[in-house]
């Protein structure tokens, strides 16, 4: 539910443009480093199950300052994040209705909508864990069904001369690549942050990390080469192996279904990041309220974040207090990469 955002719905234009095919090949090596990175995490998040993995883990090894600087880290790119992701969902909901957005920025009444929404997810994971999770769950369901259809229909008008030749600009552009793709594999980390909540941890949390990452990698692979077979130079006004003008696409997948007159299925892709954004937006909202619970219940946070609601089981003040945050960066910076560009930069760290 995390990883499957909007990276997908956006990044293969970019991509493109600096490693033409080999995207295809950059994808999987992104893949392959998230799997290491997570099966640490796993294994680590399975023999020590506590609230908040990427601030908890690091403050067991390394003592409190390393903590803090992870905890703070990890908490402002969670918060700035969900804000990002929320932009861009109401950026898409703007492909039905103009008056949300003006390009990646929100209008006035996109922001109204924007917060709306934010704690519309807020109060379903307040509700409890149980309710964040199946949110994610149907969400999740939700987007890999036109992810597939993409994949599979574009199968059917796929041309392996868009593939000759593999990498254009060299491994070089593939390089770039995988640094522009990681950040659509990012999210797997979440899978240890509520640990502490999850039945059986030691067998759960290892076999969620690798079915998820399978699955984003499968995913996505299945994306990228029916983007790339389906790309009609002629329809798309541009030069054959042009692919620095693929670049230029705003929609990827919405425009090369429309280049092969497959409008119903441009249709069905912005219906997807829709649903992805929407989804991952949701996911979110459930991992960033866990953060600042972990870090209070050390004594590195306001003490009153750190309890549990005795009706809900869940951190409610915490959820309330971090989607707080993320309103106020709604409402301030109403522009995605904007927001995306800050959420980037706290997770440095």
Same mark, same amino acid.
């Not at 969902?89 to 709306?116: D, K, Q, R």
């Not at 929609?251 to 829709?274: E, K, T």
């Given at each position: 539910?995390?990883?499957?955002? +909007?990276?997908?719905?956006? %990044?293969?234009?970019?991509?493109?443009?600096?490693?033409?095919?080999?995207?295809?090949?950059?994808?999987?090596?992104?893949?392959?480093?998230?799997?290491?990175?997570? !099966?640490?995490?796993?294994? %680590?998040?399975?023999?020590?199950?506590?609230?908040?993995?990427?601030?908890?883990?690091?403050?067991?090894?390394?003592?409190?300052?390393?903590?803090?600087?992870?905890?703070?880290?990890?908490?402002?790119?969670?918060?700035?994040?969900?804000?990002?992701?929320?932009?861009?969902?109401?950026?898409?909901?703007?492909?039905?209705?103009?008056?949300?957005?003006?390009?990646?920025?929100?209008?006035?009444?996109?922001?109204?909508?924007?917060?709306?929404?934010?704690?519309?997810?807020?109060?379903?994971?307040?509700?409890?864990?149980?309710?964040?999770?199946?949110?994610?769950?149907?969400?999740?369901?939700? $987007?890999?069904?036109?992810?597939?259809?993409?994949? %599979?229909?574009?199968?059917?008008?796929?041309?392996?001369?868009?593939?000759?030749?593999?990498?254009?600009?060299?491994?070089?552009?593939?390089?770039?690549?995988?640094? !522009?793709?990681?950040?659509?594999?990012?999210?797997?980390?979440?899978?240890?942050?509520?640990?502490?909540?999850?039945?059986?941890?030691?067998?759960?949390?290892?076999?969620?990390?690798?079915? +998820?990452?399978?699955?984003?990698?499968?995913?996505?692979?299945?994306?990228?080469?029916?983007?790339?077979?389906?790309?009609?130079?002629?329809?798309?006004?541009?030069? $054959?192996?042009?692919?620095?003008?693929?670049?230029?696409?705003? +929609?990827?997948?919405?425009?090369?279904?429309?280049?092969?007159?497959?409008?119903?299925? +441009?249709?069905?892709?912005?219906?997807?990041?829709?649903?992805?954004?929407?989804?991952?937006?949701?996911?979110?909202?459930?991992?960033?309220?866990?953060?600042?619970?972990?870090?209070?219940?050390?004594?590195?946070?306001?003490?009153?974040?750190? $309890?549990?609601? $005795?009706?809900?089981?869940?951190?409610?003040?915490?959820?309330?207090?971090?989607?707080?945050?993320?309103t106020i960066i709604l409402i301030a910076i109403p522009n995605f990469p904007s927001v995306a560009l800050i959420a980037s930069v706290t997770a440095v760290v």
């Open positions: 539910g995390s990883m499957l955002g +909007s990276g997908i719905f956006a %990044l293969p234009a970019a991509m493109c443009a600096v490693s033409g095919p080999g995207m295809t090949l950059a994808i999987f090596l992104a893949g392959i480093i998230t799997m290491f990175l997570g !099966l640490a995490y796993a294994e %680590l998040g399975a023999a020590f199950p506590l609230t908040g993995g990427p601030y908890a883990l690091p403050r067991l090894a390394m003592g409190d300052l390393a903590g803090f600087l992870m905890g703070w880290g990890y908490f402002l790119y969670l918060f700035i994040g969900t804000a990002a992701i929320i932009d861009i969902f109401v950026v898409y909901l703007g492909f039905y209705f103009p008056a949300l957005a003006n390009g990646e920025s929100l209008t006035p009444l996109g922001v109204t909508i924007a917060v709306v929404m934010l704690w519309i997810f807020t109060l379903i994971n307040i509700l409890g864990v149980k309710w964040g999770a199946l949110y994610s769950e149907i969400t999740t369901i939700g $987007k890999l069904i036109p992810l597939f259809l993409f994949g %599979l229909i574009g199968l059917f008008y796929f041309q392996g001369g868009n593939f000759v030749p593999y990498m254009p600009f060299g491994f070089t552009g593939v390089t770039l690549s995988i640094t !522009l793709f990681f950040w659509s594999y990012t999210g797997f980390e979440t899978v240890v942050v509520p640990a502490e909540e999850v039945k059986n941890p030691a067998r759960n949390i290892p076999l969620a990390m690798i079915v +998820s990452v399978l699955l984003a990698i499968i995913v996505y692979l299945l994306i990228a080469g029916a983007f790339v077979g389906m790309i009609n130079w002629e329809m798309l006004g541009l030069e $054959k192996g042009d692919w620095q003008g693929i670049g230029h696409l705003t +929609s990827p997948l919405a425009d090369v279904s429309r280049s092969m007159r497959l409008n119903w299925l +441009s249709i069905i892709a912005i219906i997807g990041a829709i649903i992805a954004t929407g989804g991952g937006s949701g996911s979110w909202v459930l991992i960033q309220g866990r953060m600042p619970f972990a870090m209070a219940q050390d004594r590195m946070f306001w003490s009153e974040l750190g $309890k549990v609601n $005795k009706r809900f089981g869940t951190p409610v003040a915490a959820l309330v207090f971090t989607s707080f945050l993320t």
